[in-house]
């Protein structure tokens, strides 16, 4: 795993990000099962900048992941499975939210909050990320990289 942080010159927000996590995706025909779930997903999750002052900094916590490397790992160790299930996010993706959060705690200071899901909140973590050379492209494969975002809350 890689870890970058990077100031961000600013936040695109579209409220139709949102609705990505509904889209079906192999085995979940519905979309995400944790939309309308969690109070972190949509559609109970805040807008962005109802919970963020967007008048301040930002940063963002991007954590690399070699994902092709991780499948290649899995097929050795499980050679009977499919690339599907080499690359499944259970076996994975914990530990880079892990990562993620470890890094958000680390580096923020006293009157500073972060998300680690700023697609949930209305950000469109592509269209962010890429004025400061960081593609992020969907679906990812390799690398995947996943994004936090760490700012001042409103007053």
Same mark, same amino acid.
């Given at each position: 795993?890689? $870890?970058?942080?990077?100031?961000? !010159?600013?936040? #695109? $927000?579209?409220? @139709?990000?949102? &609705? ?6 192999? &085995?979940?025909? /519905?979309?995400? %099962?944790?939309? =309308?779930? /969690?109070? +972190?997903?949509? !559609? ?5 900048? +109802? ?12 954590? +690399? ?28 993706? &914990? ?6 959060? @470890? *890094? ?7 009157? +500073?909050?972060? *998300?680690? #899901?700023?697609?949930?909140? &209305?950000?469109?973590? $592509?269209?962010?990320?890429? !004025?400061?050379? $960081? ?7 390799? %690398?995947? /990289?996943?994004?936090?975002?760490? =700012?001042?809350?409103?007053?």
């Amino acid at each position: 795993m890689v $870890i970058h942080v990077v100031n961000l !010159p600013q936040i #695109i $927000i579209d409220a @139709k990000v949102r &609705g990505y996590c509904t889209l079906p995706y192999p &085995g979940h025909p /519905r979309g995400c %099962p944790m939309f =309308g779930r /969690r109070p +972190e997903c949509p !559609p109970e999750a805040p807008m962005f900048d +109802e919970y963020f002052d967007m008048t301040q900094r930002f940063r963002a916590v991007v954590c +690399e992941f070699d994902l092709a490397g991780h499948a290649a790992r899995m097929k050795a160790k499980h050679p009977h499975w499919t690339q599907r299930q080499c690359c499944n996010p259970l076996y994975w993706q &914990g530990s880079v939210r892990s990562q993620l959060k @470890k *890094t958000c705690e680390s580096i923020r200071v006293t009157d +500073e909050i972060y *998300t680690l #899901i700023p697609e949930a909140m &209305g950000v469109d973590v $592509i269209a962010t990320m890429k !004025p400061v050379g $960081i593609d992020i492209v969907f679906p990812a494969y390799d %690398p995947v /990289r996943k994004v936090a975002i760490v =700012g001042r809350t409103l007053p």
